[in-house]
Nanobody, 122 residues
Framework: QVQLQESGGGLVQAGDSLRLACAAS????????VAWLRQVPGKEREFVSS????????YYADSVKGRFSLSRDIAKNTVYLQMHSLKREDTAVYYC???????????????WGQGTQVTVSS
């Protein structure tokens, strides 16, 4: 079983950049799909980006394509979400998740971090 820990959230202004990190413990991310989803109060958890740990191209939601970049550090067993040109609508709690199959829905992922708040002010 893998445990996930997010870090890097905070309060930034519109147009700023921020990098989130998701570190795994207990076991590696190997053979998992690792994803970021975000949620604002009263709304469904929204898919942001994902990657298959063993290789492959990151996949992005249309709302973040061209602004967000997903990468991984195999040695550190960590996934990063680099966010540029942040907008107010990016404000949310960002969750790291891992699962055995790819998907855009929260039900696709069995393991979750506690979430990290990202707030973008205008």
């Amino acid at each position: 079983q893998v445990q996930l820990q997010e870090s890097g959230g905070g309060l930034v202004q519109a147009g700023d950049s921020l990098r989130l990190a998701c570190a795994a413990s207990g076991r590696t991310f190997s053979s998992y799909f690792v994803a970021w989803l975000r949620q604002v109060p009263g709304k469904e958890r929204e898919f942001v980006s994902s990657i298959w740990w063993n290789g492959g191209t990151p996949y992005y939601a249309d709302s973040v394509k061209g602004r967000f970049s997903l990468s991984r550090d195999i040695a550190k067993n960590t996934v990063y979400l680099q966010m540029h040109s942040l907008k107010r609508e990016d404000t949310a709690v960002y969750y790291c998740a891992a699962g055995s199959a790819w998907g855009r829905r929260r039900e696709n992922y069995a393991y979750w971090g506690q979430g990290t708040q990202v707030t973008v002010s205008s």
